[in-house]
């Protein structure tokens, strides 16, 4: 795991959690957020390498899984429940009563699996910023 790469994942961890509580940011900048961490997300998984059929072990692939069925679910279900975002692309979608438990179920699914998955990927991003700071260190002494 690279610095810069770290950097990026913790920066769409913190936009995640302002975009996870419209109540802070008010629904129409929350629409847009998600949509926007939505292609941030895919970007990550696509330069982690690991997808579902990457290089990690089971255990990784299935939570991998999870985190992708429950993105899936929350971004569809989130469009469609969309009071801003869908309507400002011209589209109006029924069906509230189905799409927002779905919505809101499965942003509860998507926040567990990605406590999860940080809590296993910290390690390596703590050993990063050790690594770095021994570098440095190297540097002012040497």
């Known amino acids: 795991m690279r610095a810069p790469r770290v950097i ?5 961890l913190a936009l995640y959690l302002v975009a996870a509580n419209p109540a802070l940011t008010g629904v129409p900048f929350h629409e847009y957020l998600g949509a926007g961490i939505f292609v941030l997300m895919v970007a990550h998984a696509v330069a982690s390498g690991e997808g579902l059929g990457g290089r990690g072990r089971w255990a990784q692939r299935v939570l991998n899984g999870a ?3 429950a993105l899936a679910f929350c971004v569809v279900s989130g469009a469609m429940v969309s009071g801003t975002l869908l309507p400002s692309l011209g589209f109006y979608a029924t069906g509230y009563y189905f799409w927002g438990p779905l919505h809101a179920l499965s942003a509860k ?3 567990a699996a990605l406590l999860v998955h940080v809590v296993l990927r910290a390690p390596g991003a703590l050993a990063v910023f050790r690594h770095r700071e021994a570098q440095v260190e190297k540097r002012v002494s040497g």
């Open 8 to 12: 990026f994942d913790i920066v769409l």
């Open 67 to 69: 985190l992708l069925v």
């Open 109 to 111: 699914v998507l926040l």
